[in-house]
């Protein structure tokens, strides 16, 4: 059993910062990621920790801005976001699985265990 809580949304202006947290509570997932789904748009995979040796794996649209990571003493991960854009609105899924299914379908649709999800807005 697996419980994800993710924190951290809300919103800020274009060119601003957010840090999304997910604290993840009983089973422990090596590989656990971040996804977001956009109004109208299909769930896609922004960073997500894809390997056992904790190597990340970014969306092109956000290199260089977000960087994903986990404190593996308190099982939590996050997502620093910087110099967002309003392209990068949507509500926030965490998800955690094997690292094969992690690092899967960028839609994510091969991840089992998720969080509720957080809301982030962008404002120009």
């Known amino acids: 059993q697996i419980q994800l809580v993710e924190s951290g949304g809300g919103s800020v202006e274009a060119g601003g910062s957010l840090r999304l947290s997910c604290a993840s509570r009983?089973?422990?997932?090596?590989?656990m990621g971040w996804f977001r789904q956009a109004l109208g748009k299909e769930r896609e995979r922004v960073a997500a920790?894809?390997?056992?040796?904790?190597?990340?794996r970014y969306a092109d649209s956000v290199k260089g801005r977000f960087s994903v990571s986990k404190d593996n003493h308190k099982n939590i991960l996050y997502l620093q976001m910087k110099n967002m854009i309003p392209e990068d609105a949507g509500m926030y899924y965490c998800?955690?699985?094997?690292?094969?299914?992690?690092?899967?379908?960028?839609?994510?649709?091969?991840?089992?265990?998720w969080g509720q999800g957080t809301q982030v807005a962008v404002s120009s």
């Open positions: 920790i894809v390997n056992s040796d904790g190597t990340p």
């Open positions: 009983g089973y422990r997932y090596v590989c």
């Open positions: 998800g955690a699985d094997i690292c094969a299914r992690m690092g899967g379908d960028p839609s994510g649709r091969e991840v089992r265990y």
